[in-house]
């Protein structure tokens, strides 16, 4: 059965930075595509980052553009999610997502695997 645990959420203050790590097991992880999404209490869910299955593309949000980092390590079946700067506006709950031989679509209709979600939460 596919599985998606994410982990590395917590409190943090503004400026901080926090690595969320999303592994994945009971799928080929290495031909999915990852997304990271972020949901904040009364608001939709929001795209933050995504990495294609060949690791050969990204996308980010224009909010969190050069502050935060995805990347992919196959070997050990996880997608990362580096969150620097962090800002009051950065704190949600947050996914991570996969589609098979997906490009990194900022797209949730096309994410067929998630994960229960982490706790990010910016202090001022």
């Known amino acids: 059965q596919a599985q998606l645990v994410e982990s590395g959420g917590g409190l943090v203050q503004a400026g901080g930075s926090l690595r969320l790590s999303c592994a994945g097991s009971?799928?080929?992880?290495?031909?999915?595509?990852v997304g990271w999404f972020r949901q904040a209490p009364g608001q939709e869910r929001d795209i933050v980052a995504a990495i294609a299955w060949s690791g050969g593309g990204t996308y980010y949000a224009a909010s969190v553009k050069g502050r935060f980092a995805i990347s992919r390590d196959n070997a050990k079946r996880t997608v990362y999610l580096q969150m620097n700067s962090l800002q009051l506006e950065d704190t949600a709950l947050y996914y991570c997502?996969?589609?098979?031989?997906?490009?990194?679509?900022?797209?949730?209709?096309?994410?067929?695997?998630w994960g229960q979600g982490t706790q990010v939460t910016v202090s001022s």
């Open positions: 997502a996969a589609q098979y031989q997906g490009l990194g679509s900022p797209k949730s209709a096309v994410y067929g695997y």
């Open positions: 009971g799928l080929t992880f290495s031909r999915y595509a």
